[in-house]
């Protein structure tokens, strides 16, 4: 039962543009999300959290924006860089009583330039 | 050392054999975890330690999959009898835990079964 899905395997965008990367959830429990970012042979690396608490929450070219109500969250990157082609995966938890995040299937970027 | 070390990086073993894919966390982290990647899939969670505690072992896939953790330091995941649907990245993460949730991640272990 997969309750964090990320519908779009992936997305190119050109170079400059907004990158929009998109997550639902199913568990209306969850209450802390997370966007990985992953480059081949690597393992996933921490990018960006928001708290249920919140619907917005930036960091310099990354913001996540979460709507409670329809249980979605995105990530969206501007202006996007070439290096920010990887794989992103998108994280929820449950913060109280819970033991691990549970993962999205990931979305392919890739950034034209 | 720095970041959270996985071993080997790729292994590749015949059907029905054992393997043992090693991790050795953050020096401080008190949490570890395992995930698994299958192709095309999400990062899949198998089992989780904090602590001295009993770990979570509710995402192993069958009893052919133990883990375990030396010294709250180095874990050991090991597969028995591996089938070729166990073909995939192993990945171990460690975090501080008390509620931090932003784990550190080996750079995993590509498991083929052939």
């Known amino acids: 039962d997969q309750q964090v899905k990320q519908n779009s395997p992936s997305l190119s965008v050109q170079e400059g543009r907004i990158s929009i990367l998109n997550c639902d959830y199913t568990?209306?429990?969850?209450?802390?999300f997370l966007w990985y970012k992953k480059y081949p042979a690597e393992g996933p690396t921490f990018l960006i959290s928001?708290?249920?608490?919140?619907d917005k929450n930036e960091d310099g070219r990354f913001t996540v924006f979460l709507n409670k109500s329809a249980k979605h969250l995105s990530l969206h990157i501007v202006p996007s860089q070439p290096g920010d082609s990887a794989v992103y995966f998108c994280a929820s938890i449950r913060k109280t009583g819970a033991n691990n995040l549970f993962f999205g299937t990931g979305t392919r970027l890739t950034v034209i330039p | 050392g720095a970041g959270v070390s996985q071993s080997p990086s790729n292994k590749v073993t015949e059907k029905g054999k054992d393997v043992e894919l090693r991790c050795d966390p953050i020096s401080g982290h008190t949490a570890l975890y395992w995930y698994r990647q299958s192709l095309g899939q999400g990062l899949e969670f198998l089992i989780y330690?904090?602590?001295?505690?009993?770990?979570?072992k509710s995402g192993l896939p069958s009893d052919r999959f133990s883990a375990e953790r030396t010294g709250g330091s180095v874990s050991t995941l090991t597969i028995q009898r591996t089938q070729q649907e166990d073909s995939a990245v192993y990945l171990c993460a460690s975090s501080l835990g008390g509620g931090s949730y932003g784990y550190t991640f080996g750079s995993g272990t590509r498991l083929t079964v052939v």
């Open positions: 568990n209306s429990m969850f209450d802390y």
């Open positions: 928001i708290s249920s608490i919140k």
């Open positions: 330690f904090q602590g001295n505690s009993a770990p979570d």
